[in-house]
């Protein structure tokens, strides 16, 4: 009986006494990149929010001229469920921005399905028209004259923040629903003439008025893959490669197509 009468009293205590917290769910882990494979370009996409990350590519001798078309396009082609650009127009309030390409429509133009491809909105973010046509245009430089002495793989992409200052920028998610990049980064591997890998990378805020000397911005690949933080994929650089970072920016070649 005294048994029963204990167990009775622990059973009233226990249901007395106040409930422990449920655990706080753990944050989901950051959204794998989907990758889109449009033949002479690859970009990996976060579908959840509508960004592309990162785009790769290997460029030979540049042998196209072909004109460049501003067919712009919202991307119809992504896998069901991901989030696109819903507008195609310029990114035009506020002004000073351009539709800013990841994998250049230039570097293409041997190829029209490709430079087509490249006006997919997928490809292209919020740009500061200055940033676009002066700082970033100096990779792109670059990428163009040393194709023409050995092939050059491409890899870049672009940084977005989503809290606190990181969305003051963010000008364009009701008129297109895009973010605007806080970074944009690059990676160039090739030969020297002896044979040798190179690499160069640059890590560049965007920002008005940067110039065209791009020195500033040099980092190390591994610097760059730092910044971008663990949820980013390591980039496909050779690891013996990852930690050097040229004190100056290549210079261009004596010859060098420019278009």
Known sequence: MRRLLFLLLVLSLTSCAPRLPSP???????????????????????????????FSFT???????LPRVDNFRIDRSLPEGCKGQFSAKAYSTPKGYHRGHL?????????RTAMDASNLMSNIVPQLASHNSRTWYQTELLTECYRDLRPVTVIGGV???????????????QSHGI?????FWKVLLTEDEHGQPQV?????????????????????????ETALGPDEPPIEV??????RRPPHTWPLPARCDRE
């Open 24 to 54: 706080i769910p753990a944050e989901p882990a950051a959204t794998p990149l989907t990758l889109l494979d449009h033949g002479r370009f690859q970009l990996w996409y976060d579908c959840l929010r509508g960004e592309p990350h990162r």
């Open 59 to 65: 460029l030979d001798k540049d042998q196209g001229h």
């Open 103 to 111: 994998a250049a429509n230039n570097h293409f133009d041997d190829d």
């Open 159 to 173: 940084m977005f923040g989503h809290a606190g200052a990181a969305l003051d920028n963010d000008a364009f998610i």
């Open 179 to 183: 973010a605007t990049p806080e970074a």
């Open 200 to 224: 160069i990378a640059w890590w560049i805020p965007h920002q008005v008025d940067l110039g065209t000397d791009l020195d500033p911005y040099l980092r190390s690949v591994r610097q760059i």
């Open 238 to 243: 050779p690891e013996h490669l990852k930690d």
